[in-house]
């Protein structure tokens, strides 16, 4: 019935363990955020106070537990108590999320629903994750998601165990952060006066302007609400492509000088950030107030789909080529890159980019997100780099469920509930030392046609239910035994107002008649995928600069 598949679960009697008005939550004061969400998930649904007290036989008691690793959690449940035994407080956290999935599905409803037993199965589960990298992207650029749904996703992450939200918040579309002394990056960067209806292949619009963005003190708010559910949030700044909303705010940024708008169309943008002093100067100052408010280590600036045209024909570009000996436009988005890396460096942070950051120089200390692939992943791994696995025909989110035509808005190659189940985040060609450098997977939710919370949800769910299988139960993981699972799991979800895809399609209003999209086959992605591995190596040979 658990999900993610605990490492071990062992039936223990018949006797169930019932929450009453005198159960009591014993924990140290160490464990007290984890006590204090307990509390206040079930306090509302159950009406029992669960006031904190001492470990009497009737408790719910945390201890710490020197045995257990991080993350790591034994939890015990019999008649007379439920003994949650943790390595560190999140071991604490993800056994008082397993305690929640041993109640009724009703506990995971906002308030009560009428008079009932709260019976908790008598069992031991022992669990720990697979990965310390258990990751979603949440694009915030291309649709807005307002802060109370965005802090709803946290919860929804933490339900599954999952620890990295990746806030993808810059984009040719929008700019969603805040920055004191650049206003004009949210008063111009953060709308754009019209959408595509649909894939760009169909030339339609929407004709209705979008945008958002969140304040400093919402981001510190997002921050510090995933924190308490033992969630990082990693920021991401796009650069020096992706970059239309910032150059829109302040054109000096880009290359032409001539204003921009914010981009109304999906896909890459030629218009890139320029590589002057005073562009390093706003960004780097952009990153200082990132850090700032995103206390992880961890701060992603993208690195992908940068077109090198406009750097060929900027004179500009050209001399800081010649200056500094570089070899061609990807050493100098190495060079762009690292100049940031250093910054982050500096500050004790580490960069994350999309596998392009390997063309032309990874930095030192650099983690990849390897999207175009797994092969990214297996060059920085051997070179040495952190990596995490979100290859784009496996954990992109955004691509269709099925081939049914009734999809909504589909777009790329089937991305089926078997098929994220079954994505092994360590790819083959790595050695057992190699692989030690995958911290994890992600699974990215980009949303050029995802326009709405409900449209996330239906995304989302149950792909990412069996993407938090991948990244937390052991390898190797049966898909039956795991559709079995999300039988139980389905409830709850429901129960939280998730409004998941059903295995049976979507419901009459989850479907888009009005949105075309643009479905691909599975060997038109497998191809691109394969050009783009050969490209890599390619350029890791050095047969693209005789
Ligand atoms: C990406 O999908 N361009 C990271």
Redesign the pocket.
């Known amino acids: 019935m658990l999900l993610p598949r605990p490492v071990h679960l062992t039936r223990d009697g018949t006797e169930p363990f019932t929450l009453t008005a005198a159960t009591v939550i014993a924990a140290p004061p160490e464990l007290a955020r984890v006590e204090g969400w307990l509390r206040g998930v079930l306090f509302p649904v159950t009406g029992l106070p669960l006031p904190p007290g001492e470990a009497r036989p009737g408790a719910i008691e945390f201890t710490l537990a020197a045995g257990l690793g991080h993350e790591a959690y034994r939890l015990t449940v019999r008649p007379g108590g439920v003994r949650i035994e943790a390595g560190d407080a999140a071991g604490a956290f993800y056994g008082a999320q397993t305690l929640r999935q041993l109640l009724p599905p009703a506990a995971f409803r906002s308030g009560a629903v009428g008079e009932r037993d709260w019976l908790v199965a008598p069992v031991i589960v022992e669990d720990r994750p697979r990965f310390r990298w258990r990751g979603c992207l949440i694009d915030v650029a291309r649709h807005f998601l307002p802060k109370p749904d965005l802090l709803r996703y946290i919860d929804l992450l933490a339900a599954h165990k999952l620890n990295v939200l990746h806030l993808h918040l810059t984009d040719d579309q929008g700019w969603r952060f805040e920055v004191k002394g650049y206003p004009k990056l949210t008063e111009v960067g953060a709308w754009r006066r019209e959408s595509p209806l649909g894939s760009r292949r169909h030339g339609l619009f929407d004709g209705r302007p979008h945008g958002g963005f969140y304040t400093q003190d919402d981001l510190r708010e997002i921050v510090s609400y995933a924190a308490d559910r033992f969630v990082t949030v990693v920021p991401e700044i796009e650069l020096p492509g992706h970059s239309q909303a910032a150059i829109a705010a302040y054109p000096e940024l880009g290359n032409l000088g001539d204003p921009l708008e914010v981009a109304t169309q999906w896909g890459v943008s030629p218009n890139v950030l320029n590589v002057e002093d005073a562009t390093l100067a706003f960004y780097r100052d952009v990153l200082d107030q990132v850090m700032e408010i995103f206390p992880g280590e961890y701060v992603c600036v993208g690195g ?2 940068c077109p090198k045209t406009q750097w060929r024909e900027s004179p500009s570009a050209q001399r800081r080529i010649r200056e500094l000996g570089l070899r061609d436009e990807d050493e100098l988005q190495s060079w762009f890159v690292r100049q940031f890396s250093d910054h982050l460096t500096a500050r004790g942070r580490r960069l994350l980019g ?1 596998d392009e950051i390997i063309e032309g120089g990874l930095p030192p200390g650099a983690t990849v997100a390897s ?1 175009r692939g797994t092969y990214g992943a297996v060059v920085a791994a051997r070179a040495g780099h952190d990596v995490i696995t979100c290859p ?1 025909t496996e954990l992109y989110l955004d691509f269709r469920q099925s081939d049914r035509p009734d999809e909504p808005v589909p777009i790329g190659s089937v991305i089926s509930l078997r098929d994220v189940h079954s994505f092994e985040p360590v790819p083959p060609e790595l050695t057992e030392a190699e692989a030690v450098r995958v911290l994890g997977a992600q699974a ?1 939710l ?1 949303t050029e046609h995802i326009d709405s919370p409900r449209a996330l949800d239906y995304m989302a769910f149950p792909r990412l239910s069996a993407f938090a299988e991948v990244v937390w139960s052991p390898a190797g993981g049966d898909f039956d035994d795991f559709r079995a699972r999300l039988r139980h799991h389905e409830p709850r979800l429901a129960a939280l107002g998730v409004e998941y895809r059903k295995e049976t399609g979507p419901e009459p209003w989850q479907t888009r008649p009005d949105v075309k999209g643009w479905p691909r086959e599975r060997a038109e992605t497998e191809a691109e995928v394969a050009a783009w591995t050969r490209g890599i190596r390619r350029d890791l040979s050095g047969e693209r600069h005789p």
Do not use: C, S
């Open positions: 992908d789909e999309w999207w784009f990215n980009w």
